[in-house]
Each structure stands twice: as C-alpha cells, then as structure tokens.
Antibody, heavy 120, light 110 residues
Framework: QLQLQESGPGLVKPSETLSLTCTVS??????????WAWIRQPPGKGLEWIGC???????YYNPSLKSRVTISVDTSKNQFSLKLISVTAADTAVYFC????????????WGQGTLVTVSS | QSALTQPASVSGSPGQSITISCTGT?????????VCWYQQHPGKAPKLLIY???KRPSGISNRFSGSKSGNTASLTISGLQGEDEADYYC??????????FGGGTKLNVL
C-alpha cells in the first residue's frame, strides 16, 4: 500500500522560504505512470492546487504561484519537495502531497497533511 | 485560473439523493473529461470518489456517481447516510496543463 508523508517546519517567518518534503513508501516514485503533486488548504477554506512534477523533471505550476514555487523529485531518496519563497501570512495552510495519475491527473493517494504557519 | 463554482452547502435526509454541481468553462470542465470529485472529512486528507467524470476507484460505493453536461459537472449521492456528511470538492484539468479545484460544498445530512 502506497503511503505519503509530509515533513518540514511548522512555522516560517514572513519573507522567508517554506520548504517541505514528501516521502513515498510502498512504491517507487520513479514511474512513468504518475506525477507528484502539492495541494494546500488555508484554515477553514478550500483546496488549492499548487503544482506537480514528474520523475522526468517536468513541472507544472498554478499560475498564481508560479513565480514563487519550485517542485522537484529526488528518485534516489523516493521523495519530492516543495519550495515556496517570499511567504506571507496568506501562505498559512495545511499542505498535502499526493500522487497523480499520468493520463487523467486524478489524485489517488494523499499524505495526511502538515500545517505550516507563517508568522514572526 | 479561477476556482470552479460549487454551491456552498447542500442538505439531505438519510436515504435521499442529492446532487452537487461544479461549473467551470470551456477551458476546463467543458473542454476535458478529466473531472474528479473528492470527499473530505474534518481534519482528514481528501479521498478520491470519482475520476474521469464517471469512474469510481476500487472500493468506492456505487452510491456515488458523476456526470457532465457542457461546462457543468455533477456528483450525485444516493441513499444518503450519516457518514456522507463531509466537504466535497470537484477538480478539473485545464487548458494550461494545470488543475483547478472547486470552492467546496458542505453536505449536511439532516
């Protein structure tokens, strides 16, 4: 059974960089059948797709975040990561990592989510 | 990209059926058959219910069904149960090779 687990700091200061890692277990991240995605959810609000990456290195990002976000895949560690620069309080959210289907993009496996608070 | 439009809340009684709509544009919902629906209980990760408009993953009850007409997709839940009380989100592939979620719908089972 595939499992995903987010890890990283729970508190980030304004203007600094948010960095999270998603560790994949129970399966290989180096697959041609999937992409690896990040989604976030501000407290009490809806889901927002941040972006996704393929093991080949290709990436796609939400246009509203594209200038600040980087998603990368590390096949040697079976992990993928999210970096979001110049954060503000508006970036406070629960961040989820998930596996996407290559063909249709649906997200079939999710991590439990991790709350990141942006505050000084 | 703008979020897809969903009703903020819907209600139904046990045993009844309800439908949640998800309206987009020809650049997302109307242009592709890659519409998904997710169920999220409080404090939990979303769970995939429907993909490719009508398909159910293994293990998902056939009480959940999806459809699409034009720029609007719909999720129907039949035989409502108390455990169905949750937030529901639609999602669609877009012409920009990205994905967009709906604003979410809270289902109240009365």
């Amino acid at each position: 059974q595939l499992q995903l687990q987010e890890s990283g700091p729970g508190l980030v200061k304004p203007s600094e960089t948010l960095s999270l890692t998603c560790t994949v277990s129970g399966g290989s991240i180096n697959t041609n059948n999937n992409n690896w995605a990040w989604i976030r959810q501000p407290p009490g609000k809806g889901l927002e797709w941040i972006g996704c990456a393929y093991s080949s290195g290709s990436t796609y990002y939400n246009p509203s975040l594209k200038s600040r976000v980087t998603i990368s895949v590390d096949t040697s560690k079976n992990q993928f990561s999210l970096k979001l620069i110049s954060v503000t309080a508006a970036d406070t959210a629960v961040y989820f990592c998930a596996r996407g289907d290559l063909r249709s993009g649906h997200l079939d496996y999710w991590g439990q989510g991790t709350l990141v608070t942006v505050s000084s | 990209q703008s979020a897809l439009t969903q009703p903020a809340s819907v209600s139904g009684s046990p045993g009844q059926s309800i439908t949640i709509s998800c309206t987009g544009t020809s650049s997302d919902v109307g242009g592709y058959d890659h519409v998904c629906w997710y169920q999220q209980h409080p404090g939990k990760a979303p769970k995939l219910l429907i993909y490719d408009v009508t398909k159910r993953p293994s293990g998902i009850s056939n009480r959940f069904s999806g459809s699409k007409s034009g720029n609007t997709a719909s999720l129907t839940i039949s035989g409502l149960q108390g455990e169905d009380e949750a937030d529901y989100y639609c999602s669609s592939y877009t012409s920009s090779n990205t994905w967009v979620f709906g604003g979410g719908t809270k289902l109240n089972v009365l």
